[in-house]
């Protein structure tokens, strides 16, 4: 297996105090309206596709409810998480970790391809013929890196009304301010299954290498 | 068990953490700042003149809510109501060569500004509306400005827990052309839950900075002094001046 590149394991470490801060104080914002429409506008619960439950208070940054504080921590986090979010895309491209490790092949997308990792996964069997990472692996990481976290900026953007001037064809793509605050709220439970699962295969493949590996590196590079 | 109340433990102390540094000066300086950079970055991407999205009487919302104050019961405000606001008056003034005092009438009679613009509260929810007033910038220019002016208040009749409403904001969203005195919403006299008779509009920031009620416009060189000191009554509660995040 091939180390875990600097840029790699800084941005990891460096987004995950980020990602938190921006969960729990999201959680805050949602309490102050938690309703979520769709379209341009919305404001009336009974037009409200979903009724979001409040979140108590040990769930939320900060630890009571608070808006105007959680909205400060809000933005301040957002701040660095789009920074770092561009900068490992650059240093993935640059290192080709991106092409090298994450990229699909087409062979993978076989459908015999993809039941075999699959059963494999089923069976707790989670072993890299070769690569960095097996299909499952790769997938979800593309699509987190690829979709999730670049949503959750889009989406973020669209609901400033500072940038609707320059970025309203952004709030038009996404259907709507409101739509655009919905698809903000899914994107980021999207992100929390992801966490969740995430933290549970590390826990089942060896939590002490897989976390020393990412801080690390990992063993030193052989010729892969 | 010892794995989940290590996990119990961590988050307690990021919450406990974060609390400390949001209560510490450096903290709130620091988080503060973040707004800052918004302002800037915003501000980079969309140029000064640069107008807010303008719908179709299509989009407009059958509802337009009313929040914060809907009725304010403090003052004369509700005499002004039984008088449908006939002795009204804007004052313009602070740092201004002419201090200039307007009735509804004569607001009504300059060169009118109308546009259908989505209203985005603090709290997430969006409502669309047609606002029709005349641009600031033509009060402005008629008071004329004094160079040491560079934030616009917004005085305001309505008390919210005991003090009076007002926002500020600074010379370039005051010059914007979308930003309006606005006297009537989709066609007709604004109502009271809206801010009547006059309200203002900020179109690239939150619903906080559009003061309702609007008796006094104000030019001042610094927000110091004014109010809690940090430019509004949402902003002394600890929320961001400028709003357009």
Redesign the interface.
């Known amino acids: 297996m091939n180390r875990h590149a600097f840029s790699t394991r800084l941005w990891h470490w460096l987004s995950l105090p980020c990602v938190?801060?921006l969960f729990m104080s999201g959680l805050t914002?949602?309490n102050?309206?938690p309703?979520l429409?769709w379209g341009?506008?919305?404001?009336?619960p009974e037009t409200a596709w979903l009724a979001v439950p409040g979140f108590p208070d040990?769930m939320t940054?900060?630890?009571y409810y608070?808006?105007?504080?959680a909205?400060?921590?809000h933005?301040?986090a957002?701040?660095l998480f789009a920074l770092l979010l561009l900068f490992v895309w650059i240093a993935m491209l640059a290192n080709r970790h991106f092409a090298r490790d994450i990229a699909t092949t087409r062979r993978e997308w076989a459908p015999r391809a993809i039941a075999a990792d699959l059963r494999a996964h089923a069976g707790f069997d989670f072993a890299h013929a070769g690569g960095k990472y097996n299909f499952l692996q790769k997938l979800s990481y593309g699509l987190v890196l690829g979709v999730l976290l670049p949503g959750m900026v889009a989406t973020g953007i669209a609901?400033?009304?500072?940038?609707?001037?320059?970025?309203?064809w952004l709030?038009e793509l996404l259907g709507g301010?409101?739509s655009a605050?919905s698809l903000h709220f899914i994107l980021a439970w999207a992100l929390f299954a992801f966490f969740v699962v995430h933290v549970a295969m590390v826990m089942l493949t060896g939590p002490w290498r897989q976390m020393r590996d990412m801080i690390t590196g990992g063993e030193p590079r052989d010729a892969a | 068990m010892r794995r989940r109340s290590f996990l119990a433990a961590a988050?307690a102390s990021?919450?406990a953490g974060?609390?400390r540094v949001?209560e510490s000066a450096r903290g709130q300086r620091?988080?503060?700042?973040?707004?800052d950079?918004?302002?800037t970055a915003?501000?980079f991407?969309?140029?000064p003149r640069?107008?807010?999205?303008e719908?179709t009487r299509a989009?407009i919302?059958p509802?337009f809510?009313g929040n914060g104050s809907i009725n304010p019961a403090n003052g004369d405000y509700q005499a002004h109501v039984g008088e449908n606001f006939a002795r009204w008056r804007l004052t313009v003034g602070g740092l201004v060569q002419h201090p200039l005092t307007f009735t509804l009438a004569e607001l009504r009679a300059l060169p009118q500004r109308t546009q259908i613009t989505?209203h985005?509260?603090?709290?997430?929810?969006?409502?669309?509306g047609e606002w029709t007033g005349p641009q600031l910038s033509l009060l402005l220019d008629a008071a004329w400005l004094l160079p040491a002016a560079r934030y616009i208040v917004f005085r305001c009749a309505d008390e919210l827990n005991g003090a009076l409403y007002y926002e500020s904001i600074d010379l370039l969203d005051a010059r914007h052309p979308q930003t309006i005195v606005a006297h009537a919403l989709n066609g007709r006299p604004l109502p009271v839950k809206n801010g009547a008779p006059l309200r203002m509009r900020i179109?690239?920031?939150?619903g906080y900075k559009h003061a309702k009620y609007l008796t006094g416009i104000e030019a001042v060189a610094s927000l110091d002094g004014i109010g809690g000191g940090q430019g509004g009554y949402?902003e002394d509660?600890?929320?961001?001046w400028?709003?357009?995040?």
């Open positions: 938190v801060v914002i949602s102050a309206h309703w429409y341009e506008w919305g404001f009336a040990w940054i900060p630890g608070s808006l105007a504080a909205r400060a921590w933005i301040f957002a701040w609901l400033g009304p500072g940038m609707a001037p320059s970025f309203g709030v301010r409101q605050r | 988050g990021l919450l974060c609390n949001a620091l988080l503060r700042g973040a707004e950079w918004h302002r915003q501000r991407l969309n140029p640069a107008l807010a999205p719908f989009d919302s509802v809510r989505r985005d509260c603090v709290e997430g929810w969006s409502a669309i179109e690239r920031q939150l949402w509660r600890g929320y961001q400028y709003a357009g995040i």
